[in-house]
């Protein structure tokens, strides 16, 4: 039994390997770009709207609404970044139900990839946000001491974002796997329905977290900000 | 091995590519229709409300006018209906001047009609009156009416007391004892003679008699001298007749009226 698409491999060329995760993966970018090409390609911008166009519009909408409440921001920087996770990670299990399909997120580099993608991104939406040094400082804060922790704890998270999402996904077309073998009728359709659930569910949670991490990363210098600005007000008071 | 490292560059490759086409293709393009059809739904919104304001312009206005109009339209029907009352009073009064006038001329027409008649009834009745007291005289008495009636001027000229007489004296000497006597028949000469003796016996010189008859008077006799009169005549007993007719004819009217 495979644990990983990764080992299922069409193509070898020393290093470089075709293997399903990586053709899976480019099947569903190559759906979901098409998709978004024809749906985007005649956009109305009047009140009559065809139903692709407004199931577009209400997704959209939606992950910038979820993205606003949770940063407190203006959505529109993070959405591609952020909607994309979501979409990818929700269309790649939402395809498991399609017979002969290994969803790339069962993969372990894939997930991993995508936690590296958050790991890097933070760092650098919080670099953007509040400049170099001072989002730096956040690792030596309350004390130097406190870098190599930080340091690690933002390792482990990002390793956590990987290996939950792998562990839920794999899981899923493992008991899949095994239930089709032990009663092969109508218990894995249930199972199978659940693993639908779970898959969206797990991209929502990936996105958030990283949502949140992000929001953290960028918030620190607000709070900051907002702190300077209220001593500069009170200077001014006893002034 | 789990992690396969090839396989985590491409799938961050692949990745970001994904990140860039959905931006590409999905996401500026979507945002880009809402905020469009944001921007013309509040365009059509504005328009609206402007039009809304416009149109609640428009019918103030209107409504402004139709109340114009129809207080003018109230003017104009008082207007009207006073001149029409003005117009209706004037007509009722020139008709009623008009019958005013009718009803005066008629009853002008009517007294003069009655004036004549009682004239001619006047006259007539004397004249009848007249006749029958001859004959009746002449029958039952054998006297001659008009002898009789000088007889009794003669004895009312005999009869005159001091007052009178002396006034008639003045009077004759005044008018150079000219005397003017009418009558409504002729006066026999013995009796002009004996009406003569009779105002001479009065104490005045002889008296010039001028003899007149007139249809005016009604079997009767007058002494004209300088504005002094003396007569008899039946023109009494015919006034009194007159106005037991007028009184009989009033009667009449006044009940024919109830």
Known sequence: MRISPDTMIFFQWGPVSLNATILFTWGVMALMVLGSYLVTRRLSAETRL?????????????MRHEIGEISG????????????????????????????????????????????????AIPLYGITQQGFT???????????????????????????LAVRLFGNVMSGTMIAAILLAIAPLIFPLIMQALGLLI????????????????????????????????????????? | MLIDWFTVTAQVINFLVLVYLLKRFLYGPIIRAMDQREKRIALRLEEGQKKKDEAQQEMALYQKKNRDLDNQREEKLSRIKEEAEARRKEFINEARN??????????????????????????????????????VLKDLANVDLERHIIRVFI????????????????????SGRKINLR??????????REIAAVLQNQGTDPVDLQLEISSD????????????????SLEDYVDTLEEAVVEALEGKRIESTD
């Open chain 1, 50 to 62: 065809s139903r692709w166009q407004n199931f577009i519009e209400i997704l959209v909408n939606g």
């Open chain 2, 155 to 174: 004895e009312r000229l005999r009869n005159l007391d001091d007052q009178e007489r002396t006034a008639l004296k003045e009077s004759i000497r005044k």
């Open chain 2, 183 to 192: 009558s409504a028949f002729e006066i026999p000469q013995d009796m002009a």
């Open chain 1, 134 to 160: 001072s989002y730096f400082k956040q690792y030596i804060k309350p004390s130097v001491f406190m870098l190599p922790f930080n340091i690690m704890g933002e390792l482990s998270r990002t390793l956590a």
């Open chain 2, 98 to 135: 008009e019958v005013d006038a009718i009803r005066a001329r008629w009853h002008e027409a009517i007294q003069r009609e009655k004036a004549a008649f009682l004239q001619n009834l006047r006259q007539r009745a004397g004249k009848q009156t007249c006749a029958i007291a001859r004959r």
């Open chain 1, 73 to 120: 921001q203006v959505p529109g920087r993070y959405l591609p970044f952020v909607g994309t996770l979501f979409l990818f990670i929700a269309v790649s299990n939402l395809l498991s139900i399609v017979p002969g399909y290994h969803p790339p997120t069962g993969s372990l580099s894939t997930t991993g990839a995508l936690a590296i993608c958050v790991f890097v």
């Open chain 2, 217 to 232: 008077l009604i079997c009767g006799i007058e002494l004209k001298v300088h504005g002094r009169k003396i007569a008899w």
């Open chain 1, 199 to 239: 898959g969206l569910i797990q991209a929502y949670i990936f996105a958030i977290l990283a949502m949140v991490y992000i929001t953290a990363a960028t918030r620190a210098h607000r709070r900051e900000g907002q702190a300077n600005q209220q001593r500069e007000k009170g200077a001014w008071k006893d002034g």
